[in-house]
């Protein structure tokens, strides 16, 4: 079979590329690339603020291609802690990552993975 994997560099998709590859399938991976420079966090969200005062003052259709909140975000950490959880509210997760994993894999196996063609 073939098939293709969007957000391939991603823990879920990396491990079902593997999955896939080790059934012998032939998979392809379908990113973005990598940044090409950096900017300052700073100097990123004054760029964004100057692209929406232009967007606006020339009244430019669609987004801005940068804004003050997208650099906001992109500077952010996004990854997740549940620490906090257990600490304050005793939560546990009732699956596990590696268990999870292995229930949707074994979904798949059961349901296929639609074809790439």
Known sequence: MKA?????????AGHLMDRLLA????????????PRGTLTCPVAYALGTAMEAAWTFLRL?????????????LAKNHSYSIAR???DMGY???VGV???LE???AWI??????EYK
């Open 103 to 105: 229930k949707t894999f």
């Open 109 to 114: 196996d059961e349901n296929g993975i639609p």
């Open 61 to 73: 259709k669609g987004e801005p291609t940068l804004t003050s909140y997208t650099a906001a975000e």
């Open 85 to 87: 959880a257990r600490k």
């Open 4 to 12: 293709m994997v969007t957000g391939g560099t991603g823990f879920l």
């Open 23 to 34: 059934d012998g399938h032939q998979v392809w991976t379908l990113d973005l690339p990598g």
């Open 98 to 100: 590696e268990e999870g």
């Open 92 to 94: 546990e997760p009732k």
